[in-house]
């Protein structure tokens, strides 16, 4: 259905067979490349393509015969855009063809003085084939044409000054035909008046208006780190002094347990082991009677011998129980002797590192001054003031065209420039700040003679934008086709920012001018 549908649009037939012939050149590419496309995805359709192929070369060969360049070369896009390599050479034809056509016409009408359809003409050409004597023939035309119809101006400046307030709107002209229109510029400027205006501010700063004595924070926090220090110092020499004392009594008493107290320990020793020996006997005995009961087969003596054994190892056990009492005892007494004298040793220690550190803090102390010198700040106020001075310059701008009657614009220029002064501030230490403007009044005075120079300016260039305008509607209006042509390429090429869409149609139609840009190509500087 795609194939159908873009072959039908290419040979120039619309739904239900309707004649139509498409001329966009986007649209014509697009169709052939569908179809092209179609053939490439589902083969089978290549008499359908040639023939559509065909079909579009004929139609561009029918539009050329038939005097309608633009549609011709819309099919060759079309063609060139899908298969450049195919049909670039008669694209290239047609092209030299047209140009070769524009290039004679040009010619003939050069040749009868016609230099609108002449400059339009040149300017096709070269656009076409970009030819270097097409582009020479059509810049001069354009020379030609802006001069008979580019709006001659007649400056004069009634101020002083006269060349630097003149300067821009001399270079708005350009070359002119003898008896074309012109417009009379009158610039009347009147004095220069420079003033100046002053408004003063307050500034603040601040300064140092004396010192006062206060306390040192820092030999204060070290009174206080030394008298902390102090009092722990005091505390770990009181628990030292307790831990010796403690020390010293228990070895005082221990002392006086003397003799008599480790003689009665070694008896109750000796008394224990014994027991434990007696106990042991009768262990051993009542385990042996045990025994022989049972060896005889005598139960109850064997029940008997087993409570005797059962006793015997309880009075075993209450010994070694009662050994290890006065053991621990004799332990216990070391081990508290030796745990005072520890705990003496740590505290007697700590205390020296309390002293150590204390002595450290009491040296820094003696560095540190009670007292401090600290500065008295103080806010000062003084004006600062602000200049401006200003030169200013009014005049009038009065034009003329032709026998029209003149009007006149006010205009003025304006330029300034600043400083700030103050006086000197000794409390701040700041020098005077004398009023001295970076610009004087002779380069102010230039700047505002410039201001209205440009203002001048632009109020005469809005002026050749209207005359341009003047110049399209007169195209648009005349029967002339000479005519028409001249002043609608002097139209577009006085003002090529705005280019009316009718204008456009005109070239379009008229002169095989698809828009304006073979008219400007190389145009930068031949509006002047």
């Known amino acids: 259905m795609t194939r ?37 995805q589902a083969p089978g359709g290549a008499a359908e393509l040639a023939s559509a192929r065909d079909a579009l070369i004929a139609q561009a060969a029918a539009e050329e015969a038939a005097g309608r360049p633009l549609e011709a070369t819309a099919r060759w896009d079309a063609l060139v855009a899908v298969e450049p390599g195919v049909h670039g050479a008669g694209r290239a034809a047609h092209l030299a063809r047209r140009a070769q056509a524009a290039r004679e016409r ?53 101020a002083a000054a006269p060349a630097r307030l003149g300067a821009p709107l001399d270079a708005l002209g ?57 009092g722990d110092l005091r505390s770990a020499e009181a628990d030292e002094e307790r831990a010796r004392h403690d020390l010293r009594e228990l070895e005082e008493r221990l002392h006086r347990q003397g003799e008599q107290v480790r003689e009665r320990r070694r008896r109750e020793r000796e008394d224990g082991r014994r027991q434990l020996d007696r106990a042991r006997d009768e262990e051993r005995r009542a385990y042996d009677e ?3 009961a049972r060896d005889r087969g005598d139960r109850q003596a064997a029940q008997r011998c087993e ?40 505290l007697r220690d700590e205390a020296q590192r309390r002293r150590d550190r204390l002595t450290d803090a009491e040296r820094r102390l003696e560095g540190v001054p009670p007292t401090r010198e600290v500065p008295r700040h103080a806010t000062h106020r003084y004006a600062i003031h602000h200049w401006t001075r200003t030169c200013q310059q ?19 220029g304006r330029a300034e420039t600043r400083d700030d002064a103050h006086a000197v501030q000794v409390p701040l230490g700041l020098d005077a700040d004398p009023l001295a403007f970076p610009v004087d009044d002779a380069r102010l ?28 509607a007169k195209a648009q209006a005349t029967g002339d086709e000479a005519e028409a042509a001249r002043l609608a390429a002097a139209a577009l090429l006085l003002d090529p920012a705005s280019r009316p869409a009718a204008l456009l149609t005109l070239l379009r139609d008229r002169f095989e001018l698809a828009d304006a840009a073979p008219l400007l190509a190389g145009a930068a500087s031949s509006n002047n």
């Open 290 to 292: 045990l025994q022989r």
């Open 4 to 40: 159908d549908r873009e072959a039908g649009r290419l040979r120039g037939r619309g739904p239900g067979g309707a004649r139509r012939r498409p001329t966009d050149p986007a649209a014509l590419a697009t169709a052939y490349r569908l179809l092209v496309q179609a053939e490439a």
């Open 394 to 412: 009014e005049a009038r701008l009065r034009l003329r065209l032709g026998a029209e009657a003149p009007t006149e614009v006010p205009l003025a």
């Open 307 to 346: 409570g005797d054994l059962d006793r015997t190892r309880r009075d075993v056990a209450r010994a070694w129980q009662r050994l290890d009492t006065l053991r621990d005892d004799d332990d216990r007494m070391g081990r508290e002797r030796d745990d005072a004298a520890d705990r003496w040793r740590r």
């Open 445 to 472: 005075a230039d700047r505002a003679r410039d201001d209205v120079a440009q203002a001048a300016a632009r109020v005469v260039a809005d002026q050749q934008r209207a005359w341009a305008a003047r110049l399209a």
């Open 174 to 230: 350009g070359p002119t035909t003898p008896g074309g229109p012109r417009l009379q510029v009158t610039l009347q400027a009147g004095p220069m008046r420079c003033d100046q205006q002053e408004h003063a501010t307050v500034a603040t700063g601040t300064y140092v208006a004396g010192v006062r004595v206060e306390e040192n924070p820092d030999w204060r926090q070290a009174t206080e780190e030394a008298w902390r220090l102090r």
């Open 106 to 158: 040009g010619a003939a009408a050069a040749a009868r003085g016609a230099i609108g359809p002449a400059f339009l003409a040149f300017a096709l050409a070269t656009d076409l084939e970009g030819q270097p004597a097409d582009a020479e023939r059509r810049d001069a035309l354009r020379q030609q044409v802006l001069a008979s119809a580019r709006l001659g101006l007649d400056v004069e400046v009634e």
